[in-house]
């Protein structure tokens, strides 16, 4: 983990800033915890099969069996997945173990979905359906359905408009799935009855107890650190800023780029926690800062919130910042309040006097919607910046429509053969924009962006 | 990058598992077929083992259950044979058995119960 200290005060250099959580950051940790992930999750196989290698019962039904055994392991490491430990975040980036943790969810619904019907097909009998099977196999099935619920609720929530944070209490349930899986194979797997196997089985329970303990109780009570609002600036109609002192005068260590869980306590508001981008940079720190535009039932409230309300701040998450590649030259593209990563790490560059090439193309609707112009027009000469209106009044002279591929050519075409593109705004623009630069010849590599459907 | 990484990751993640998961169901009904097999061969040398030494003794196998039943249990009266390094003559013994060593050892020799 980072550490606090001076050193992330203005003229904190890179190896500074990555020193500190080296080996969480690399890639030989990613790989020993991909490793572990598997070794835990097709642990249950590999006993079942010590304890007992050989079986009457068909193939069919070893499958059934190997599922159910298979599902529950994966659906407890799901739990480890989805709590935002540090240590998992920091090799991949929370963004991509939230892809992880979905495609994985998906894959462990279907195998739980399937160990039912295998074991009827293998010879068990289809009579395993109906509501005479004995408590042991229903409590399975009523497990297994609620699973299929949190599973589509998980995949829907966006579309069918569901509020943030209902789906997020809705999503707990899961852990009551994880409850009844345990209860169903302690109760009846037949692979169960041997000790080895049941304290494996206890084991994926009590992981599955710490860990959602640490997220919903732990974290809640003691694991955020406590800030005070020092301000609320406005920087267009419909955006501010917030600035946050630390209570114990200690900055909150990150590298610029990264984003932070932020939970405000507002005299007569209900505090909720939601991810916010901190937009200033560790050279500029304390206060840190927070630019949030109004687009929500929590976010259009930001305006309300005053100097001395308190905030619990959890993070720094992430891995869009140019710390972690060696850019010869950076081409950053925003769309609106997508600048707020860009501005820390433009701020980082200009204090840490870094003369490397810059340009950055900033879309937004109308010049009344760009945030902090002047800032972005006072920086330094090594830093080109390219303002792009879709909707714009008579008297703007610059570009005009949306930024594209064909805006991108003209403005950084001449960068694109070595620098690292960096893009944050709204999801349309981002996969639009990853296509073109796709087209206009730039690796995957050398294209940065964090996606989130957190 | 990092994405389509992740989701590379997770496809191999997934066949590996669905691997392990096959090769699981796969091998151990195999195993159990091997070990009846091993089981039936043992079996039927001990069976034939049997039938040379009723021969030896004079005495033939019987399909019927053979013995006599006392206070409800059959007993009955095999030969056992005494090997060293130099086979004596065998020597015979009179050893009683229950009907349950019967139906296990002599009468049933494939049988998958008792191969567990």
Known sequence: MMTNGPSLRRGASRGNLLAADRVQDGPAWGALLVALYLALALLPLGLAYALEPATEDPFLVEVGKGAGLLGFALLALQVALSARLRVVDAPFGLDVVMRFHRGMAIFAGALLLSHPFLLAAGGEGWEIFGLGAGWQVNLGKLALALLVLVILGALLSGKLGVQYQLWRRAHRAAVLVVAGGFVHGLAIGPDLEHPGMKAYWWLLLGMVVVIFTFRNVYVPLWGRRCFRVAGVEQETHDTFTVRLEPEDGRPLPHRPGQFMWLKLQRPGRSSEEHPFTISSSPTREPPLTATIKKSGDFTNTIDQTRPGDTAGIEGPYGRFSFLHQEPASFVFIAGGVGITPILSMLEYLQDTGDERPVVLIYGNKAEGDIIRREELDGLPGNVRVVHVLSHPDAAWTGPSGYVTKDVIRQHAGEMLEAAHVYVCGPPVMMGMLIRGLRELGVPDARIIYERFAV | ?116
């Open chain 2, 1 to 116: 990058m990092r994405q389509k990484r992740a989701t590379w990751v997770t496809a191999g993640v997934c066949a590996v598992l669905v691997g392990a998961l096959i090769a699981f169901a796969f091998e151990r009904p195999a195993r159990q077929g091997e070990s009846a097999a091993t089981e039936a061969e043992d079996s039927h040398g001990d069976a034939a083992e049997e039938h040379g030494a009723g021969t030896d003794a004079g005495a033939e196998a019987q399909p019927t259950l053979s013995g006599e039943v006392v206070d409800g249990l059959r007993v009955v009266q095999v030969a056992a044979r005494q090997f060293e390094l130099e086979p004596s003559p065998p020597q015979e013994a009179k050893v009683p058995r229950t009907s349950d060593q019967q139906r296990g050892g002599v009468q049933c020799p494939g049988s998958q119960g008792d191969a567990r």
